[in-house]
């Protein structure tokens, strides 16, 4: 163990012999999205560094501290990156708090998620022990796949000290239309063109203009855009990074977050909606009625997330009873003195 | 009690087998219930025919509340209830348990729904892999995990085992793939994991009971995602004079950015065997052959075949071939798709191994392979997924003669070791089941392998599904004797040794 690893389990030791709790804390770019921020901010920032990174292999090990950029800013040298395209809400987010979210960006809905990418863990569990699971290996199914579970989970059952991502080279070449439709017809023309065989890596639906980037090589971009019609988009670089780190002023105020099938109409709820990932991904910007919310989200076949501003001391999502009861389970063979982050996610979890 | 004891303790079932027969009675049809040897006899192993067990009973219910009433009867009852599909899986994780019920999922098999909109399709567990793709086939669409066994695996089956294929560097594993399950507990509750979004808040439940080979729960309902059919495919042949250059060639066509929809190798025995089967036209004078297909739209696969050609050519292939049309691509796959058949037909039994390596450490490890040759004294050929690392050593043997039984149970031993030794894992695709267990006394520490028990302690608290598959209770890792040892330190310094 090195020096800093050994430090936080003593602290965590500590805190399950004393009945105290901690909260890892990375970059802090997501402090805004919690139920109750409780417990003492372990600070895992000083832990950092890429432990490996073979570019012929398709992963990379990093230290959870190690900032998003600096990963990105290797990948890039190798001619990679993180096709989760997860948000860099601030310079200082981690890859710790980006599994720890596992909120993922643009290319999400083609490529695959953060929690899609995570090949393997090193964490210390609410009893300090020092654990790995799965690895620097695309395929493996040896034990539970505890790597996963701890994507998303935002420091509520352990600590995440290492984290292998599986990563994709960059696209050859990429291209953005831009089509002038309301948000039906948008929702209606994102899903039919999944269904064909098109080189699609990203889709954005504001201000009644709906986004579509191509990413290939050359002639593949170039026979998709004929095919598809619409203008080419000027600065859409900036376009992408402003919808991935949600530096767009939709972003600000109430949001909820909806993960729903991507065919649901427009939703029937007050408020501005961007939509991403085909229209299974629906950023709302409204005041409106949580119990709506969440049943609009449930009738279509997914899940509401409070993600920013309003009340959220009441769960940032609606468990059904059973679910609940399951989760706290799982938390607790993880966590079993609930040392980590209580009552983030949810006033039980 | 201490709670590595509380995981090592089994729960004796409160009833006899005639009790048993009498409670399942009154929730299934009377031909939904097999309790005779000569019935149960199909069901007493899975694909890995090495292990066998006849069950207590064989339950084949028709329906999800026929499931939860059979999970409701076996909690009550304390006794172990072993889920099973199709029955291909390779590691033994539907063996039956002597003192259980085999819950078989075969009648659960109807096509519930395919959304081609919203590219998804809704299936009861029982229904074939490459059923899903058919029905979706008219619409264009299709399920891209493809093991090989996809024409009789189920789909609750590749669910439970994770299962992969040889498309699964681009187009990813079960996981990858799957966005919903309907789940039954041992309490014979029903909860809905996952949605038809994309992601969910909370734990990912999906992830975790995904590959988790019938300990957690059983699944009745999975909607899995349907892709867009690329509209060409092309694959390239190349042959290589050493096993190293064919490795160099694999790291450098990924290098190059490129993500190829398969690439394969094969070692010479393998090319060999598969030659004399069905004449696929393989190089025979090459110690490595590789084949790597191309998909997408037609543009896409121009460029994409044309660099990985260069790629070949300059990694140091004697002779390179490109499908012409689509009867050319299959019969080039066609050996690779054939090599465990063709195996078995030159030999009366052998293994299948399962490993997975860092793709770098591949000339190392094939050259430790040929030396465990020389050991055991048994050949062994070489098939591999070899864009993502999973390695699949065919160990030849007689299973009519014991002693070699023995030796090719340890060469597979040894195999998985060396994967380990180098950073991989005992099982890449297949699972544990009961053919790996041991090994995983090896890949994980004490405390690794009481955590999986927490967690399995937290769906199943009585350890009822699946009892001795996939994870080892320490007493078990205790016996077996070889232990996890990790910077010189033995991870099981307390317990006693046999």
Known sequence: ????????????????????????????????????????????????????YDPTELIITAKAGTPICDIEATLAEGGQMLACEPPRLSAGSTLGGCVAAGWSGPRRAYAGSVRDFVLGTRILNGRGEDLRFGGEVMKNVAGFDLSRLMTGSFGTLGL????????????????????????????????????????????AWFDNKLYVRLSGPEPAVRAAKEKMGGEPQSDAQALWTSVRDQTLPHFSGTLWR?????????????????????????????????????????????????????????????????????????????????????????PSL | MGKQERFDQLVQPLVDKHELIRRLSAVLKPDCLLYDAEDMRPY???????????????????????????????????????????????????????????????????????????????????????AISDAAAPYGLYYAPDPSSQIACSIGGNVAENSGGVHCLKYGLTVHNVQKVRFVTIEGELLEL?????????????????????????????????????????????????????????????????????LEMMDKPAVHAVEQFVHAGYPLDAEAILLCESDGTPEEVENEIARVSEIMRTSGAFEIRTSRDDAERLKFWSGRKSAFPAVGRIVPDYFCMDG???????????????????????????????????????????????????????????????????????????????????????????????????????????????????????????????????????????????
Not at chain 1, 22 to 29: A, E, H, T
Not at chain 2, 240 to 245: A, P
Request: hydrophobic share 45%; proline share 6%.
């Open chain 2, 356 to 498: 997975t390596i860092p793709k770098r450490r591949l000339a190392e490890v094939l050259d430790g392979i040929s030396k465990l040759q020389d050991t055991h004294q048994l050949r062994c050929a070489n098939v591999f997924h070899a864009g993502d690392g999973n390695l699949h050593p065919l160990i030849m043997f007689d299973a009519n003669d014991d002693a070699q039984l023995q030796r090719a149970k340890q060469f597979g031993s040894d195999i998985l070791r060396l994967c380990i030794e180098v950073g991989g894992t005992v099982t890449g695709e297949h699972g544990v089941g009961i053919e790996k267990i041991n090994e995983m006394c090896i890949q994980f520490g004490q405390a690794e392998l009481l955590q999986f028990h927490a967690i399995k302690h937290a769906f199943d608290a009585f350890a009822l599904l699946n009892p001795g598959k996939a994870v080892p209770t320490l007493r078990r890792c205790a016996e077996f004797g070889a232990m996890h040892v990790h910077r010189g330190q033995t991870k099981f310094p307390e317990l006693p040794r046999f």
């Open chain 1, 160 to 203: 995440i000290l290492e984290v292998s991502l599986k990563v994709l080279p960059r696209p050859l070449q990429e291209l953005t239309l831009r089509f002038d439709l309301d948000e039906a017809h948008a929702i209606a023309a994102m899903n039919a063109w999944a269904a064909q065989p098109l080189p699609l890596s990203g889709t």
């Open chain 1, 258 to 346: 909806l993960s729903i099938k991507s065919t649901t109409p427009a939703l029937n709820l007050p408020g501005k909606s961007l939509l991403e990932w085909n229209g299974a991904l629906r950023w709302l910007n409204s005041a409106a009625d949580a119990t709506a919310v969440h049943a609009a989200a449930r009738k279509a076949g997914g899940h509401a997330l409070r993600y920013r501003g309003g009340d959220l001391s009441q769960g940032l999502f609606q468990p059904d009873p059973a679910m609940l009861k399951l989760q706290q389970r799982i938390m607790a063979a993880l966590d079993p003195d609930n040392v980590f982050s209580p009552a983030r996610l949810h």
């Open chain 2, 194 to 262: 996952g949605g038809d979004g994309l992601d969910n808040p909370g734990y990912d439940l999906l992830a975790l009971i995904t590959g988790s080979e019938g300990l957690l729960g059983v699944t009745t309902e999975i909607t899995v995602k349907l892709l867009p059919t690329p509209v060409k495919a092309q694959v390239v042949l190349a042959a290589f004079s050493s096993l190293v250059d064919a490795g160099n060639a694999v790291a450098n066509i990924i290098g190059a950015g490129i993500i190829p929809a398969g």
């Open chain 2, 44 to 130: 007493e192993c899975d694909g890995l025919s090495a292990y066998t067990q006849l069950p207590m009973v064989v339950a084949l219910p028709e329906n999800e509340a026929q499931v939860q009433a059979v999970m409701r009867v076996c909690h009550a009852a304390r006794v172990p209830v072993v889920a099973r599909g199709a029955g291909t899986g390779l590691s033994g994780g539907a063996m039956p348990h002597a003192q259980g019920v085999t819950l078989g999922l075969s009648k659960l098999k109807k096509i519930l729904e395919i959304d081609p909109v919203a590219r998804m399709a809704r299936v009861q567990p029982g229904v074939r892999n490459l």
């Open chain 1, 1 to 52: 163990m090195t020096d800093l690893v050994s430090e936080f389990s003593q602290r965590v030791q500590a805190a399950a012999k004393q009945g105290s709790a901690l909260r890892p804390r990375g970059g802090g770019s997501k402090d805004f999205h919690a139920c109750k921020l409780g417990g003492e901010p372990l600070d895992v920032s000083g832990y950092q560094g890429i432990v490996n």
